[in-house]
Every structure is written in C-alpha cells, then in structure tokens.
C-alpha cells in the first residue's frame, strides 16, 4: 500500500474490539477511504448467547480448516487481497 493511497471501500470485521483506542481505529479507517466511499466495520454482538456461538462455531470452523494442507484450500480463501492497518 503506497503512502496516502486512498480506496474505495474499507472493511474491518471483527477487528475494533481488540483495540487499544477505537476512536483512533474508526478515525484511522475513515482515513484510508476516498471522499464518498463505504467504510464498514462490524463487531460481534455483546451478548452471551452471540459470544458463545461465535466461540464454538469459531472453533469448530478453525479445527476444520486448520488440519487441511494450504494447497486443498480454494485460491479464493489462501490469496485473499487485504489491507493491515496497524494503530499505535
């Protein structure tokens, strides 16, 4: 990612609730976005039920994908392009 390069669409899923200052994070998303672009960032609900389908589907989904070989995986899932942001 080059310096100052701005993009249509920012996504963050899951991301905010691990970070020390979420104002900055938000700040630092709406940063990378064009004028008129879509910023979407989603978080899991704070409820018991939703963390505990979220931990056990988590869990089983990863138990699933982590004992396949990279190379079974779809080209789909193993070359996703993304954008890391880290916030200090």
């Known amino acids: 990612m080059a310096q100052g390069e701005l993009f249509d669409v920012v996504c963050s899923f ?3 609730e ?3 200052d979420p104002a900055e994070f938000v700040d630092s998303c709406a940063a990378l976005a064009k ?3 879509a910023v979407f960032l989603s978080t899991m609900s704070r409820t018991e039920l939703a963390y505990a389908v979220a ?3 988590a869990e089983q989904v990863l138990q699933e994908v982590s004992s396949l070989p990279l190379s079974s995986l779809p080209p789909a899932v193993v070359n996703v392009p993304c954008v890391c942001l880290a916030v200090q």
């Open 55 to 57: 931990i056990v589907a």
């Open 35 to 37: 004028d008129g672009a």
């Open 18 to 20: 691990h970070v020390a």
């Open 14 to 16: 899951e991301v905010i």
